[in-house]
């Protein structure tokens, strides 16, 4: 079982972001579950969202507090909330930044593996507006291979209807300039 | 063929009342059920469900509402949580008592005060005797099938009786998961359209909701116990052929390695899935531990209860409610009672866990497993614990 943390600002679209990923992994013929950080909305607010894929039926019906994966939608919560404060041994961070992975460490003094990508960028490029939470997943499925980047396609039109394409081109982005870098022991 | 299908749970419990065809529905929304009949309210107003949708201004009027269009023969539905539930409370004893087999699906939520949106099963543990079929589920595939099974519970003739599914809002209700969903033809043949045995219509007038005299309140009261009582075995009848259909099985109390276990858990809802992840730790750690999932909440299944724990020497009872200055915890207190005449019984344990949303992960099982195994040998000081509460 893989266990994916998001972590990101109300409004943001983490939790569609973790809805999607179930879907996907599900039309993958895989388990998975999506959920939010229950409770009221509130835009601005740092939230979390949460993603278990399996191979088989999941059980758990609690938050991931041992994640070995977090994605952080803002990087300016990296201080708020220490996103990988609890990740695995051998976990990833992916997060959306402009830096290079030296200078994310430099900053942060992050040890496990990093996933890099402007996200803020590519959105605005390719959607037209900085909602990252779709461009974040391209960065998300480069590192894991969680799931087949065409498996998000279908749940994505679903949701999306005609802004589909537009957001699967900005996860196609991200796939492709996502730099990761292994952890440093 | 069936399908496999990735969803919110919510709406595969509205698309689960699609499917068994509804004719009515009146709701109020209330956070964690809403998107439960938001989505039906929208498949109805596209014209995908043929059904009379009614909105309506309170809780207390959804069931009032309800057992107007149940009494006029309409298979009907309705959803709600927590406060809302509470609101209903003087009405659901009379959809029960007129006999209208209404369908309710229950997200189950805390009660205010302090106001709490999260999950905890009082809300419904404070309607416990409304007289109603009561069932609690654990994920998403049984929140589909119980939403389906129950019309059929609730309409046979031998049962007449409201059915509620509860399902532990927001830990289930909110998550998007995969499910197998089946045929509508299966569904068609399984669940064929209601017909009331009594209804209103003016070419046959019937009184319904008639005041009761002394002389026959008593007689009314052991009727609808009977029946409910009775329901047992329509309720076993249900969820076998649904079984057979479909291939997934349901029992009153459903064990989980329970074979040469000492010591079991009794959990109900989600509680109970978390609770396997931990029975299979404790086990890998050779440690003689089961578990027993309480499906069945109303009527309760004594029979089923004492054969299930013969054999044990401990049983530890996880209730998600509290019963303020009471003798025991709801769940507890039902237990004992169904234990007690029991030679050989194990003794009992009771944690309250999992209030107000307070999260819940397969460790805390492993402590209260510890905690219980260890005071089993001592005087009991107290009743029951609040597994993890501060002060």
Not at chain 1, 110 to 136: C, Q, S, W, Y
Not at chain 2, 231 to 241: G, N, Q, R
Not at chain 2, 334 to 349: C, D, H, I, K, N
Not at chain 2, 371 to 387: G, L, M, R, S, V
Request: aromatic share 6%; proline share 6%; charged share 20%.
């Amino acid at each position: 079982m893989i266990e994916i943390r998001f972590h990101g600002r109300g409004g943001q679209g983490a939790v569609t972001s973790v809805e999607l990923l179930a879907l996907a992994a599900i039309n993958e013929g895989k388990f998975a579950q999506g959920f939010p950080s229950f409770g009221p909305e509130r835009r601005g607010a740092p939230v979390l969202a949460f993603c278990r894929v399996d191979d088989r039926h999941i059980r758990l019906r609690c938050k991931i507090s041992k994640p070995d994966v977090v994605v952080v939608l803002d990087p300016s919560l990296i201080r708020i909330q220490n996103p990988p404060a609890d990740l695995k041994e051998g976990g990833i961070i992916v997060l959306n930044t402009p830096k290079t992975p030296a200078e994310v460490r430099r900053e942060y003094g992050f040890k496990h593996t990093l996933a890099l990508v402007d996200a803020n960028k590519v959105a605005r490029e390719v959607l037209g507006v900085p909602i990252v939470n779709t461009t974040m997943m391209g960065a998300l499925i480069r590192a894991t291979g969680v799931v087949k980047l065409e498996s998000v396609e279908p749940p994505l039109k679903e949701r999306f209807g005609p802004l589909a394409v537009k957001n699967f081109n900005a996860l196609k982005a991200a796939f492709e300039q996502t730099v990761i870098e292994e952890r440093r022991s | 063929m069936a399908h496999r299908v990735g969803m919110e749970v919510s709406l595969a419990v509205s698309e689960a009342v699609q499917m068994a065809r509804a004719e009515a529905i009146a709701a109020y929304p209330i956070t964690p059920q809403t998107h439960i009949v938001e989505h039906l309210s929208s498949v109805v107003a596209n014209g995908e469900l043929e059904a009379e949708f009614v909105n309506v201004e309170s809780e207390h009027s959804a069931i009032s509402t309800c057992i107007g269009m149940s009494a006029t023969g309409a298979r009907t539905y309705t959803a709600t949580s927590s406060q809302g539930l509470a609101l209903m409370n003087e009405i659901l004893f009379i959809a029960s008592a007129l006999r209208l087999p209404i369908v309710m699906t229950v997200a189950n939520r805390a009660l205010s005060g302090p106001l709490s949106i999260w999950n905890d099963h009082g809300d419904i543990m404070a309607a416990r005797d409304i007289g109603w079929i009561q069932i609690f589920v654990e994920n998403g595939q049984e929140a589909f099938d119980h939403s389906v099974m129950a019309f059929k519970i609730a309409e046979n003739h031998e049962v007449l009786l409201p059915t509620i599914i509860n399902l532990d809002g927001f830990i289930l209700s909110h998550v998007v998961e995969a499910m197998e969903f089946p045929d509508q033809e299966l569904v068609d043949k399984f669940l064929p359209p209601y017909h009331p045995r009594y209804c209103l219509d003016p070419a046959k007038p019937v009184t319904m909701g008639a005041f009761a005299m002394p002389e026959v309140y008593t007689e009314v009261k052991m009727a609808h116990q009977t029946a409910l009582t009775n329901s047992y075995e329509h309720i076993l009848k249900v969820w076998k052929e649904w079984g057979d259909l479909t291939g997934r099985h349901y029992q009153p109390v459903e064990k989980y390695k329970t074979e040469g276990a000492k010591t079991l858990l009794l959990t109900m809802g989600c509680l109970s899935e978390v609770a396997e992840v931990a029975v299979d730790e404790m086990r890998e750690a050779g440690m003689d531990v089961g578990l027993l999932r309480l499906r069945m909440w109303r009527p309760f299944p004594f029979a089923d209860l004492r054969n299930a724990v013969a054999g044990a020497k401990l049983l530890i009872v996880c209730d998600r409610a509290l019963s303020l200055g009471g003798a025991a915890p709801p769940v507890l207190a039902e237990v004992r009672s169904a234990l007690y005449a029991m030679r050989g019984r194990p003794q009992t344990a009771s944690f309250v866990i999992g209030l107000g949303g307070r999260d819940v992960a397969p460790d805390a099982f492993k402590a209260i497993v510890a905690q219980a195994q260890e005071e089993a040998q001592q005087k009991p000081t107290q009743e029951y614990h609040i597994f993890g509460v501060r002060g």
